[in-house]
């Protein structure tokens, strides 16, 4: 389909491992969001791009975080020594400037982080 | 203090029931307000708007208290599909900002 892609869907790793997670949006929209869900809370804001600019990272919690989109289209999430607590679901969703202004954010279905 | 405040239920509900939601939000400067739903261990997906003078999308009524800064939904003859997680919405500058849902357990 034509829906957001993210890979890979789950990714089980150890304290202090590097992680990389992956966007692809819907082809033309130029609104790239990251979010985070952990268990039994809403999606959290982590960053958001318009075109291959960061407009607003103030999401991240710490400089442990990185996310990059450097031809405007798939984005990449980077996590650096990551701890139990950056465990979760970590949702990309895309959308045009018109479709912002509605709501409509089309997300993917995220990719399920364990920190072990 | 949550930027957006849901009751996390869940509501245990009868088919054929109507139900209501509430939000809360805190920055009296938001935009723009939605209603979104989220099936278990799927995505988010945009449900509704929410306007001042309130809107209905068939079984779905969404209404905004600006002054008291409240968002409600409102669900008629639920149906077991309805049975999902909630989620209310605010815009803020650039981003949408989430509640942390309610849950609706419709049972037969």
């Known amino acids: 389909g034509a829906g957001v892609s993210q890979t890979p869907s789950n990714k089980v790793t150890e304290k202090g491992k590097y992680v990389e997670l992956r966007c692809d949006p819907i082809s033309g929209h130029t609104a790239l969001y990251w979010y985070r869900q952990s268990l039994g809370q809403g999606p959290e804001f982590l960053i958001y791009f318009q075109g291959t600019g960061a407009a607003d990272d103030s999401g991240l919690p710490n400089d442990r975080f990185f996310a990059v989109r450097p031809e405007g289209s798939v984005s990449t999430l980077k996590i650096q020594r990551t701890e139990r607590g950056d465990s979760a679901v970590y949702l990309c969703?895309?959308?045009?400037?018109?479709?912002?202004?509605?709501?409509?954010?089309?997300f993917g279905e995220g990719s399920r982080l364990t920190v072990l | 203090r949550k930027e957006v405040e849901q009751d996390p239920g869940p509501f245990n509900v009868p088919e054929g029931a109507t139900v209501a939601f509430n939000c809360t939000y805190s920055n009296s400067a938001s935009q723009s307000f939605f209603w979104y739903r989220q099936d278990c261990r799927k995505e988010p997906k945009l449900l509704m708007s929410?306007?001042?003078s309130g809107n209905e999308d068939g079984r779905f009524t969404a209404q905004l208290n600006r002054a008291s800064q409240y968002i409600s939904l409102l669900i008629r003859d639920s149906k077991l599909s309805d049975s999902a997680t909630y989620l209310c919405v605010v815009i803020y500058g650039n981003k949408l900002v989430f509640g942390a849902g309610t849950i609706l357990r419709v049972k037969s």
């Open positions: 929410v306007y001042s």
């Open positions: 969703a895309s959308s045009t400037p018109g479709q912002m202004n509605t709501g409509e954010l089309f």
